[in-house]
């Protein structure tokens, strides 16, 4: 593995740089520094909200690239940019769909703000994690003066089991992919990470054989095949884990971190 033709580093948040306690480490930041100062550059590409990212790399949350909301929002060169947003009949209908299903609770992903209805503490604890802007409102079909980017679905057993077979009918129509055990989401057609970063790549002349990637779950397969040094996690959900091309430690172990002490000692 040769690793000196590394320019910019491209990592998921949740289950891949942050632990299970949502934090990165400090190891990480001294990483950053080092790498950055060498002229790597760096982007948190994640489903989390675009603010949430920023509070979770509090240090460098105005160097680094950000790609949030599964590629519907992109902070380049200190400027954010709406990518990608739904249409407010597919919102709708979306809406529908998801308030039949049992212990399905919703997150509308706006540009400014991330809208809930449910007041349940347990699910307004847990989206905390995810999101830094929540508002509560009575009727997510009201919400008129943002750019919705995203709807995410939350179960507390499995997204997988509990949501993704009844979010079919919206086929053609959205793309929608379990990210994580509880969580599914619901994005424009051409919405991912992959998306955005190829976006980023062209705005800094980085080609993917230049290109690291990490990832753990289903919403970092198109990224990950836009970097030649593609890493999944040790617990990395099992597709992630065929499209790479490495794997490296769990995120408890600090797997990006070992990878990126292996780039250090090849400067």
């Not at 998801?98 to 992903?109: F, G, K, M, Q, S």
Request: hydrophobic letters at 40%.
């Amino acid at each position: 593995m040769n690793l000196s033709s590394v320019k910019l580093i491209v990592f998921d948040m949740d289950g891949t740089l942050l632990n299970d306690q949502h934090k990165a480490s400090e190891r990480f930041f001294k990483q950053y520094k080092l790498l950055k100062d060498k002229g790597i550059h760096f982007a948190a590409a994640s489903g989390r909200q675009h603010q949430s990212i920023r509070h979770a790399l509090e240090p460098i949350k105005d160097e680094i690239n950000i790609i949030g909301e599964n590629g519907g929002v992109l902070q380049y060169n200190k400027q954010t940019s709406t990518m990608l947003k739904l249409d407010d009949q597919i919102i709708k209908q979306s809406l529908d769909i998801i308030r039949r299903l049992e212990d399905a609770y919703i997150v509308l992903c706006g540009r400014k703000s991330a809208y809930v209805e449910h007041s349940k503490p347990e699910f307004l604890s847990t989206i905390r994690n995810y999101y830094q802007e929540v508002k509560q409102v009575e009727d997510l079909k009201t919400i008129a003066d943002d750019d919705i980017l995203k709807i995410a679905v939350y179960h507390f057993v499995s997204s997988e089991q509990y949501v993704l077979p009844y979010v079919q009918e919206l086929q053609g129509l959205v793309k929608y992919i379990v990210s994580a055990q509880n969580w599914l989401d619901i994005s424009p057609m051409a919405s991912n990470k992959g998306y955005a970063l190829k976006i980023l790549q062209n705005k800094l002349g980085i080609s993917q054989e230049e290109t690291m990637v990490f990832g753990d779950y289903n919403n970092d397969l198109e990224m990950l095949q836009l970097g030649d040094h593609s890493f999944a996690m040790q617990n990395a959900h099992p597709e992630v884990k065929k499209i790479a091309k490495y794997t490296t430690k769990s995120n408890n172990e600090e797997g990006v971190e070992h990878v990126l002490d292996m780039l250090i000692a090849t400067l």
